[in-house]
């Protein structure tokens, strides 16, 4: 198969085409080169036969009887700008169909270009329209669209810079998630996405049941849900922490990273109902470790995109935010600043600063405060620690004074909240106290409990928000757009 497969790729390319150097099997299919492929190697192109696929940005005749078309692949940011003769016999009917948002393959001649902006050009030697886009319908004509518009179009709107540029920039995070805490000895913990425990505690849960929700249960009913899916009430996860505490109790240092839900209806610019979060959790770790750690994930990660991720950086600094590159600098270098929550309640009170919500010590901070604190105090990623006890959830470890708890929030500037973490309760007696406190059912929580029975040893983790650290990472306003589907209260699509 890989034999022949070699051969048939030899016979088809004419010298001097550029090979497609895969070994899956027979291809039916042409494959070009990708354009990022193309580009990052320019010189050694230049003069040979190249072929790309992808989709027209824009297509412009001049008088000189040529047609530029600028053709997309998504591959990189770049546009690769392809030179076609308009009278040319063998494609110059097709040409004139060719429109905005069409789908075409271009084989040709790469040669050094002429124009700004561009260090090479295709000579198109052959043309194929795999798809047309009707210029009356096709939405995407113009170079430049709004957000709320786009979101309307949210299975085109990947062929523009910005959200494209977001997806590739998302994808590199992902891998350098899993990267960080592989090369840590971590292992990748797959928490359940259907569960029957709320971590959080807050009850902005989506429930899971398959019963008709025309006639939901009657709770006064004894055992109501008996005639439900599961035989109790299930929801959909908001946190994968507790789980991946079960498995840290015996592997050691465990992450979980997925889809999390939370039907909290508020509709702001960094809240989603569906959004990724990445959680690790490590056996032997206190509040302490788990601060250095969270500080060494959020360099690490900043640091991979400025390594890897330039061009659409370079993009997002001219368009969307112009202080980011300082910002990203300004993180991946500089020390994280660690403050108490107390120390938090008495640098806001002492501000002339208005906000909305007053402060107190004992309320919520909200994420005025936090941008206040990390933007304009310390102007620098910044860690909140020991929370009030009544604030945050069951599971947090109890300090001395018996007023607040093991938590930690790290705010970074431009967005606020990225991470929320603690360390856990590890002593029975006080998890029972806290549990008794704050209303939650041991009977539902038995195997949490146990847990605290039976070896139980001091550990930590923390989530981090994966689009909250995109948009910190991109500058991009709303947290709609950092997303590929986003669902927020009241949309929903596809
Ligand atoms: O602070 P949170 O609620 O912490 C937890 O869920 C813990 N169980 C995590 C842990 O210790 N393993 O959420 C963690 C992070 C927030 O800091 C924020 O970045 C993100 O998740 N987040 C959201 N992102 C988008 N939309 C929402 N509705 C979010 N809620 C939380
Ligand atoms: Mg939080």
Known sequence: MRLSFKILIIWVKPPG??????????LTMEKGIRIVDLLGKEEEYTGKKALVQGWVRTKRDSKAGICFIEINDGSCMKSLQVIAELDREDYSELLKKITTGSAILVEGAVSASPGKGQSIELHAERIHLYGWADPALYPLQKKRHSFEYLRQIAHLRPRTNTIGAAARVRNRLSYAIHQFFQNLGFHYIHTPIITASDCEGAGEIFR???????????????????????????????SGQLQAEIYALALGRVYTFGPTFRAENSNTSRHLAEFWMVEPEMAFYDLEDDLDLAQAFIKKLVGVVLDDCGEELEFFARFIEPE?????????????E???????????????????????????LQSEHERYLTERVFKKPLGIINFPRSLKPFYMRVNDDEKTVAAMDILVPGIGEIIGGSQREERLDLLLEQMRIKEIS???????????????VPHSGFGLGLERMMQFVTGIQNIREVIPFPRTPGHVEF
């Open 208 to 238: 899971v049941t398959t019963l008709d929700p025309v006639h939901p249960v009657d709770t006064t009913e004894e055992d109501p849900y008996r005639n439900d899916f599961f035989a109790k009430p299930a929801f959909l996860t908001v």
């Open 324 to 336: 980011l590159m300082a910002r990203l600098q300004n993180a991946a270098q500089s020390a994280f």
């Open 338 to 364: 660690v403050i108490t929550y107390s120390e938090a309640v008495d640098i806001l009170i002492k501000s002339s600063e208005k906000f909305a919500f007053p402060v107190q010590w004992g309320v919520d």
């Open 442 to 456: 041991a009977d539902d929580y038995r195997w949490y409990i146990e847990l605290r029975q039976f070896g139980s």
């Open 17 to 26: 085409t550029i090979e497609l150097k895969t070994s899956f099997g027979d």
